[in-house]
C-alpha cells in the first residue's frame, strides 16, 4: 500500500512539474522569434505592399536593451494601417514590449546595450543563434 502512495505521489509531482506553465522569460524569447519569423516572410512575400518596404528593420533579440527602443519605434510607425499583416505584427510587437517593461521586468537581463547589433544582424554572426528556442 505504500508503494503505491509513493507511486500516486511520484506521478503527480511528474505531472505537476510538466504542466507548469511557461516563464516570462520563455513567453517573451518565442514571442520575439515568432514576431522575428514574420517580419521576415513579410519582407520576402510576393505580394508585398510598397510600404512594407519602408518599415524599419525588426530584428529581435531579446538581450539587448536597445531591443526596447526598437519596439517602440516600430508600433509607432505611422504607415501600412491598410496592410493586415503588418497591423497584427505592430499587435504582437506591442504585446512584446507591454510583457517586457511590466510583467517581465524583473525577470529579464540584458546583456548589451549594442544597437547596431539590431540594425545591421548580418554583421554579428553569432546573433541569430540568440533567438533559438
Known amino acids: 500500500m505504500k508503494m503505491l502512495l509513493r507511486l500516486i505521489a511520484l506521478l503527480s509531482a511528474v505531472l505537476l512539474v510538466s504542466s507548469a ?3 516570462c522569460y520563455s513567453r517573451v524569447l518565442s514571442l520575439s522569434k515568432e514576431i522575428t519569423e514574420s ?3 513579410l519582407q520576402t512575400s510576393k505580394a508585398v505592399d510598397p510600404c512594407v518596404e519602408m518599415l524599419p528593420r525588426l530584428y ?3 538581450h539587448n536593451y536597445c531591443v526596447l527602443a526598437k519596439l517602440r519605434d516600430f508600433v509607432a510607425y505611422p504607415r501600412c494601417e491598410r496592410v493586415l499583416e503588418v497591423s497584427a505584427l505592430k499587435e504582437k510587437a506591442r504585446s512584446l514590449y507591454t510583457i517586457m517593461i511590466s510583467y ?3 525577470d529579464l537581463v540584458f546583456l548589451t546595450d549594442d544597437c ?3 540594425e545591421n544582424p548580418a554583421l554579428f554572426p553569432a ?3 540568440i533567438i533559438q528556442s
Do not use: E, M
Request: proline letters at 17%.
Open 127 to 129: 546573433a541569430p543563434s
Open 116 to 118: 547596431s547589433a539590431l
Open 60 to 62: 529581435l533579440d531579446i
Open 39 to 41: 517580419f521576415r516572410d
Open 104 to 106: 517581465c521586468r524583473r
Open 21 to 23: 506553465p511557461p516563464t
